[in-house]
């Protein structure tokens, strides 16, 4: 008798569709289901796509592993939809939110400029007599009645949750740490975040404005993990290994979440499950293909397109960000976002130029197209009628298109104002928005100083495949990598990764001052908080691996560099700092084209990362079959499709699943599947590599 099967799940929430794949752990088998998002209670549509594959004939106790990316908390930044917070703060420095750091986001030349309205406003701020000094030396006692005092008033003023950051509490959170304390047994219940575990590193606005965020988000994201962890019992779903995706490319068990100081991590969860698939296909491609682990993602979905790149199988990281202009310093992948996704409406503006987003018409109501009352035109509509997407064959046939609809709209808001023919006008929505992410593409490549001759591009999302080849050629890029499932590839990302959580602490002091074995105690600390944290997780017992790295800057300089230190046996040794010194001097150069090798070295801020591996997602080559099924096999029909508006071309119509490993389809043509849809312009080559994955090459005319 065969063993029961045991499955994984990961889930992915868009903008528009909200993505599940799950994964037989035996076979490897992949399924696949995609819901409309709910906005309102995005747990809704998880549940809801949880329901079908129990309804599919999956048993929700064979689901021994749940993993979720989730945009909750970036919805709630970016609609001021957070708690209401409080902050405690050193006296004199209360106006340190309103100074933050004396720069200026966007147009310097602004008259109107007003700086992000204070998630802490002064009414609800309260300064508490205590002082440290930069060593942690206690200067003034923590005056615990003012404490009190302040705990009161903020819960008579309705407050949620409470910010504490007092000054150099990095090198010395015993202040915080009492403070807290105090809090819970004046206001039981409230959220307290202390920077001392939010952040503990240098640079009082980064700190503040870090920790203020995790204070305001953290009841959303406990209130939505709390309601979703109750539909998955509800559900029959009892898995206790439950995770969240976080900015960094980690999973974080639910508990974490919950435990608090952890919400700010997953501000940049939604895109990093799609960037953290790529580098494992990136890695697996260039096994196979003799080619260089290098890849542009290119994450196009209902609402936005993320892009992100791959050096070496892995992604490009970044310790320090900006999110709806306030500052975050967790680390995160290097990603950029522009508002170019299937339900970006395009309009005229105020001097008659035709303009695409930044405005989304979301899963409510979505494009005209959808027929739930939308008027607005989109990216779909335009790409409905060039012929792109299949009216009848949208979500596998699960939802019909309405073309008349996005005729009508495209007519009235865009083609009649702008007096031109409609097709006209859907190519000229296409060529912007391929424009767009071409140029976004080019830019983030020149400020990381990549050269994107040896990379491949690698589409996903629902939209990503159908504008993949335009923004190639854009790029003069020459080869695309489309995964088995492109729509669904972020929420296979989430069945791609390990349990991942970074500890910081920071302590200036110049390198060759530091004592190997100083050294060494710091990072055994932050190595004991981590197993604390794990073991307080449940994940105590697993395997964990540990990166240690510095972050060091030249003497006098305002930015550091993270600085890996080599594996070694035992503790750290003296030739252990002189390694890092010269791997610090290496990446310098690499990045800003010049080392200062005579030239002191500072420490800035010591860092671990813990991995805990946990079972993942393997893809499994298959040999060619001996007699491939005719390519005939796989042809659905032939349509018109307009890459020029001015006259169609004839492409053929392929149905993805029949197309056999080894087999090649010569553009102009169209690849259709259940999650996406795959363009392949005339000169462009297709080929289904030994694990599915379909490969398009430019060749010469």
């Not at 050269?451 to 629902?462: E, I, K, M, R």
């Not at 990045?591 to 671990?608: D, F, L």
């Amino acid at each position: 008798m065969s063993p029961s099967p045991r499955y994984r799940l990961g889930v992915d929430v868009g903008g528009t569709h909200t993505d599940l794949v799950l994964l037989d752990a035996a076979s490897g088998a992949l399924m696949v289901e995609k819901v409309a998002s709910t906005p309102k209670n995005p747990a809704l549509g998880v549940l809801d796509g949880v329901a079908r594959f129990i309804a599919r004939g999956v048993a929700p106790e064979a689901i021994e592993f749940f993993a979720h990316g989730t945009t909750i908390t970036t919805n709630a930044l970016l609609e001021m939809r957070g708690a209401k917070v409080g902050l405690l703060i050193t006296k004199g420095y209360r106006a340190v939110q309103e100074i933050q750091n004396q720069a200026r986001d966007g147009n310097l030349f602004d008259y109107f400029y007003a700086k992000p309205v204070p998630i802490a406003p002064q009414s609800l701020t309260k300064e508490i007599p205590e002082r440290s000094d930069y060593a942690g030396n206690a200067l003034l006692p923590l005056d615990r009645n003012a404490v009190r005092q302040a705990a009161r008033e903020l819960k008579a003023a309705g407050v949620e949750s409470i910010a504490v950051c007092y000054l150099f509490s990095f090198t010395n959170p015993t202040h915080e740490e009492a403070t807290r304390v105090l809090i819970r047994e004046e206001f039981p219940g409230v959220h307290v975040s202390l920077s001392s575990e939010v952040l503990p590193r240098i640079r009082e606005w980064a700190r503040l404005s870090t920790t203020l965020l995790n204070a305001y988000l953290e009841p959303v994201m406990v209130h939505y993990i709390g309601h979703l962890a109750g539909g998955l019992d509800e559900a029959g779903v009892r898995t206790q290994q439950r995770f969240l995706m976080q900015s960094n490319g980690g999973v974080m068990p639910f508990a974490a979440a919950m435990a608090g100081g952890r919400t700010v991590h997953t501000l940049f969860s939604g895109p990093a499950a799609g960037a953290q698939a790529s580098a494992y296909w990136a890695e697996q491609d260039a096994g196979r293909a003799a080619v260089t682990a290098a890849v542009v993602t290119l994450d196009m979905g209902g609402t936005s397109a993320d892009i992100a790149f791959i050096e070496g199988g892995a992604p490009l990281e970044v310790t320090e960000g900006v999110i709806a202009r306030r500052q975050i310093d967790v680390p995160a992948l290097d990603m950029t976002t522009i508002s170019a996704g299937g339900g970006s409406i395009a309009w005229v503006d105020g001097a008659g130029f035709l303009t695409v987003g930044p405005q989304s018409s979301g899963a409510d109501p979505g494009p005209a197209c959808y027929g739930r009352g939308g008027t607005e035109p989109t990216v779909t509509d335009a790409d409905i009628l060039c012929g792109f997407l299949n009216p009848d064959y949208f979500l596998g046939g699960a939802q019909k298109l309405d073309v008349h609809a996005s005729r009508s709209a495209l007519e009235d808001k865009i083609a009649n104002p702008l007096k031109m023919d409609v097709r006209e006008a859907a190519a000229g929505i296409r060529r912007i928005v391929d424009m767009r992410m071409a140029d976004e593409v080019l830019v983030f490549a020149a400020k990381r100083g990549v050269d994107l001759s040896a990379f491949t591009l690698l589409p996903f999302g629902g939209a990503g495949a159908v504008h993949a080849a335009a923004v190639a050629e854009e790029l003069n890029m020459r080869r695309i990598l489309v995964p088995p499932r492109p729509g669904a590839f972020s929420a296979l990302g989430l069945l791609c990764t390990d349990v991942v959580h970074d500890y910081i602490r920071s302590e200036l002091s110049p390198l060759e001052e530091i004592m190997p074995e100083h050294a060494e105690a710091i990072f055994v600390a932050l190595e004991s908080k981590a197993r604390d944290e794990l073991m307080a997780e449940g994940m105590g017992a697993l395997p964990a691996h540990f990166l240690r790295e510095l972050d060091m800057r030249y003497t006098g300089q305002g930015y550091e560099l993270r600085t890996p230190l080599d594996s070694i046996e035992g503790a750290i040794d003296a030739k252990a700092l002189i390694a890092v010194r010269e791997k610090f001097d290496l990446r310098h150069a690499q990045i800003h084209g010049h080392a200062a090798k005579e030239c002191s070295v500072e420490v800035v801020s010591y860092r671990v990362r813990v991995r805990v591996p946990v079972p993942k997602y393997r893809q499994c080559a298959e040999p060619a079959p001996a007699r491939p099924r005719p390519i005939a096999e796989a042809v659905k029909g032939q349509r018109d499709i307009w890459f020029d508006w001015r006259k169609p071309e004839r492409a053929t119509i392929y149905e993805r699943d029949r197309l056999d490993i080894g087999v090649e389809v010569d553009g102009p043509a169209v690849v259709e599947q259940l999650d996406a849809t795959t363009i392949i312009p005339l000169n462009w080559r297709a080929r289904v590599d030994e694990t599915r994955n379909l490969i398009l090459e430019k060749y010469a005319q």
